[in-house]
């Protein structure tokens, strides 16, 4: 059985993360999607390596993720804040260490992201243009994503193009630690 996230909640977490990151070198010359009137701002916590840590309100309930985007694309060529790695916490809803992933673009109905981290091989599925760990590998790809140099997802566009990002997990820890912080929980 999978768990469903809302696509405006994933939505809203994308196009804060792409209004709040600055823009990186292999991207200077392209700018992020502006967040529409009414939608949660993010604020940055800090950079770390590659990755940033965030937190935004929503109403009355606070969440904190840490963002990255690719070093590398292959198969796809993602518009800026398309292609993204989320890791995120919603106290409120009790979810910690929620994995997910985007390609920019809608995935093939009924497939999967592979997601690995070294030697570790993980299963995401699909839902149009986002991927999410399925129940009970959250923890175990956070703690590969602690431990690993790089992660690499997988999978094949709706248009049937094969794909592959690869990310770099340079400061990924204390970016998680970061956000952990901020939102008070473990981990």
């Keep these: 059985m ?4 809302s696509s405006s909640l994933a939505l809203g977490l994308a ?3 792409a209004a709040a990151l600055p823009i990186g070198s292999a991207q200077a010359q392209q700018k992020p999607a502006a967040a529409k009137p009414g939608q949660p701002k993010a604020t940055v916590i800090g950079t770390y390596g590659d990755w940033q840590a965030l937190t935004y309100k929503h109403a ?8 990255s985007f690719p070093k590398k694309s292959e198969g796809h060529q993602p518009k800026f804040g398309d292609a993204n790695i989320l890791v995120t916490h919603w106290p409120a809803q009790k979810s910690i260490g929620v994995v997910s992933v985007s390609g920019g ?7 999967s992201v592979e997601f690995l981290v ?4 993980f299963s995401l599925f699909t839902q149009g243009p986002h991927a999410w760990a399925q129940d009970g590998e ?4 956070v703690k590969a994503m602690k431990a690993g140099k790089e992660a690499v997802a997988s999978a094949v566009a709706a248009a ?3 794909t592959k990002d690869t990310y770099s997990l340079d400061g990924f ?12 929980v473990k981990g």
């Excluded at 959250?138 to 790809?141: G, L, P, R, V, W």
């Design 138 to 141: 959250d923890a175990k790809i």
């Design 105 to 111: 673009f809608d995935y093939k109905k009924d497939s």
């Design 118 to 121: 070294g030697d570790d091989k």
């Design 60 to 67: 009355a309930s606070e969440t904190c993720y840490v963002a």
């Design 160 to 162: 049937g193009t094969k």
């Design 173 to 184: 820890t204390k970016a998680y630690e970061e956000a952990s912080k901020a939102c008070k």
């Design 2 to 5: 999978t768990r469903f996230v």
């Design 15 to 17: 196009l804060a993360l």
